[in-house]
């Protein structure tokens, strides 16, 4: 429909004493947000987003279900500076 859309990933971490506990959500902003974050989220960056969270689920080339938590994200804040020198996309 010529709409803009960027996806990332975002990684969040828990400590649990000795242990450390990481949950990855896929993230994807439609339109004006979309261009946004395609401009300016780089990998290792900080961010804050808020939106609707849902279990992604499909079937792979196997036949084996796969599922994943996603974000359809209605806002975005950015908590660190982009990066400098040539970091690679989120």
Known sequence: EGKAVTGFSVAVSENRGDDSVTQWFEVTTWEKLAETCGQYVVKGMQ????????????????????????VTASKVLFLSPKREGGSDPA
Not at 55 to 68: H, M, Q
């Open 47 to 70: 961010v804050l987003v808020k939106g609707r969270v849902y279990l992604d689920k499909w079937t792979d080339n196997d036949s084996i279900n796969k599922s994943r938590l996603a």
